[in-house]
């Protein structure tokens, strides 16, 4: 998911922090061409048992050059300057130590990030994230709900990440741009191709110093097709994941010993005039500076 939100879980309270852009973030740029729409399919074809046996296998890359490529096509746009946008759905779960398993609320947010060519290979990242509470079963935006292992009522504030140092792109790896050595930070990823798509799938290392409970997988993909025409620079793209991070202080735990585990669903889109009308009227009305990337960073 993003690394804004990641770093804001990190810090145990996401609400205090003024913005950035977790997954990343896609709005049209001049001279960017739109990615076309991933195309209806009947459900007769996606869910119909394949008569042969299944295509799946692994994909190569001849450095990791084309490896940093292929990843700034998906998760990105491999062109020297662009915005992204993350559309998602996110559901959190209360793990807390000797009690059951819990579901406590979800999420609809966005990330919404540039980035920018800054060198050979290298390329700077810096955005926000912004997210509001559901409930679980209605689906309506709330403020509040009842902790089901506490019993208290709590707050649920919205998960507004505007501080994120921000993030260097290349070959190897990923870099905050707040470290203070130049070591990269290697990402674990795997392309393979699964019968009409290209999927990667990736594990996040966490960052130095994060010696609390954290891990996040994610996968993600892409039409084969498009993938396959080199002159698509910005693929759509759709992504699921999940990661555990510390127990937020709205939460109100107390001594209680645990974590949270997330689990998310969401695409890139081309830009804030693709989100859903209802969260686009909520982040309107609420937050309307984060619509748009603060290229102040820039």
């Known amino acids: 998911m993003l690394d804004i939100m990641r770093n804001a879980f990190r810090q145990g309270d996401e609400t205090s922090l003024p913005r950035r852009a977790a997954l990343g973030a896609a709005l049209p740029l001049a001279g960017l061409a739109a990615a076309p729409a991933f195309a209806a399919t009947p459900l007769s074809d996606s869910f119909s048992v394949p008569k042969g046996r299944i295509e799946s296998r692994q994909m190569t890359f001849t450095d990791d050059v084309a490896k940093l490529n292929a990843e700034m096509r998906l998760y990105r746009a491999l062109v020297p300057e662009a915005d992204v946008l993350l559309w998602y759905y996110f559901t959190l779960f209360i793990v807390a130590e000797g009690r059951k398993v819990q579901p406590l609320v979800r999420f609809e947010g966005i990330e919404f990030s540039h980035h920018k060519k800054v060198g050979e290979n290298l390329y700077m ?28 009522k709590i707050k649920v504030p919205p998960t507004i990440l505007t501080e994120d140092p921000g993030m260097i792109y290349g070959p190897q790896g990923k870099r905050p741009l707040n470290r203070k050595t130049p070591e990269f930070t290697p990402r674990y990823s795997l392309f393979r191709v699964e019968d009409g798509l290209v999927k990667s799938e990736e594990i996040r290392v966490p960052p130095d110093g994060w010696f609390t409970p954290f891990i996040e997988a994610s996968h993600n993909w892409t039409p084969k097709p498009l993938y396959d025409d080199a002159k698509v620079s910005r693929l759509p793209m759709g992504t699921s994941g999940g990661y555990v991070f510390p127990f937020p202080k709205w939460l109100e735990m107390g001594d209680i010993k645990g974590h949270m585990f997330g689990i998310w669903s969401g695409r890139k889109l081309d ?22 990337v603060d290229m102040s960073k820039f």
């Open 125 to 152: 990242a810096h955005g926000h994230n912004a997210s509001y509470p559901r409930d679980l079963n209605t689906g309506a935006f709330i403020d509040e709900t009842i902790n089901p292992v506490t019993g208290a």
């Open 271 to 292: 830009g804030v005039h693709q989100l859903p009308q209802e969260y686009f009227d909520k982040a309107s009305a609420t937050h309307p500076e984060l619509l748009k």
